[in-house]
């Protein structure tokens, strides 16, 4: 239970009060030109820096990226959610498969 620890190790552990939130979106891509798609990837990490954000993840045709905060202890919010959504879908070399609900991050789990 984490109720039972001290806030400073609450804080260290990014738990309750301190936990980071973010989200994950799945990508199919629309070219295979390697130059589209590095372009495609430098575009949405400016985007997401525009919003303190910042961008892992990777893939070939599908796409798997999570975005989070780049503040240490900030997290994205819904209002990120739409404006990356939006920004894929004004884009041709992308379609958006999937964009997930925003979840704590130091507890999120990926599929290979």
Known sequence: MSSNRSKRLRKKLYLDEFAV?????????NT?????LEEFIESLAEFAESRHLLVGGGGINRIELVLGSSLRFGSATDQDRLAIKQWVESREEADIVDIGALVDLHQLTLDD
């Open 21 to 29: 939130f973010g989200f994950v979106i799945s990508l199919k891509l």
């Open 32 to 36: 295979d030109s390697d130059g589209a």
